[in-house]
């Protein structure tokens, strides 16, 4: 299925309309994340070399690191891994990012769908918040939203999704402290493409649902991104930097 049929082709960050707050926390977030590609690449390295190190093989569809990467203390979560590679043209592979239910607020509740199982340990109940693409020299170029059946995540509304991205944090060193503050940084730096694309995988989830009565969209195999955007780092940073010179 291409992926650029659930590419937001009308979605720009207004970077003027945000609280000069928001733009400093995005800048340092994005200050870090160069700085981290930075360190790694004076000794030729980049942040998917740097997690994928100690492998001896890359294998698609395998989590990397094995058992990946969770934070007990926050509850947030990520692994790497890769599809064949004609789904992805571009791509080397791509970062998938959680935050399991033992950091969420008691009003944060999954998705009151018709098929929801509340698991025997109430932590699994995981949601996934974004993916990052990366392409082959380790940089990121893509975010995208998928469908339910992808990770196999608990369905959380886009609002609820939206509240758990600033409590993403994997603050521990292993099994690589550049590549978890990195990714760290990279949610809060593209805090409003997370948050437009939560939105819009809601949107598309419940087109497509309208559009096939008597299906479960959620597990609909032929619909797996829900929703996608470009980004550059480099081209946030300087956007959120022009915007905050234009705050004085």
């Known amino acids: 299925m291409p992926l650029d049929a659930y590419t937001i082709t009308d979605f720009a960050v207004d970077f003027d309309a945000l609280p000069a707050e928001r733009l400093r926390e995005m800048l340092a977030a994005g200050e870090e994340a160069v ?6 690449a004076k000794t030729g390295d980049n942040i998917v070399g740097e997690l994928l190190k100690t492998e001896e093989s890359f ?5 990397y690191p ?5 934070d007990h203390e926050t509850h947030a979560q990520y692994y790497y891994h890769a599809h064949p590679q004609e789904l992805r043209s571009g791509e080397h592979g791509h970062f998938h990012t959680f935050m399991r239910s033992g950091a969420l607020l008691p009003d944060i509740k999954p998705a009151a769908l018709s098929d929801y199982v509340a698991p025997a340990d109430a932590n699994d109940d995981l949601c ?26 608990t369905w959380y509304a886009a609002p609820d999704v939206v509240r758990m991205i600033d409590m993403f944090d994997i ?3 292993q099994p690589s402290w550049p590549v978890n503050r990195w ?16 939105e819009a995988r809601d949107r598309r989830v419940a087109e497509w649902a309208a ?14 991104i829900a929703a996608a955007l470009d980004v550059s780092i480099d081209k946030q940073v300087s956007a959120v930097r022009d915007a905050l010179a234009r705050k004085g």
């Open 211 to 224: 559009g096939h009565p008597g299906g479960n969209a959620y597990e609909d195999r032929d619909l797996e």
């Open 59 to 63: 294998y698609e569809w395998d989590h």
């Open 183 to 198: 990714i760290t940084a990279m949610m809060k730096l593209f805090r409003p493409q997370v948050v437009a694309l939560a």
């Open 171 to 173: 603050d521990h060193a």
């Open 35 to 40: 700085d981290c590609i930075r360190v790694l």
């Open 128 to 153: 996934h918040l974004v993916a990052i693409s990366m392409d082959p020299h380790g940089l990121p170029i893509r975010l995208f939203a998928t469908n339910r059946w992808v990770t196999g995540e």
């Open 66 to 70: 094995a058992g990946d990467v969770y």
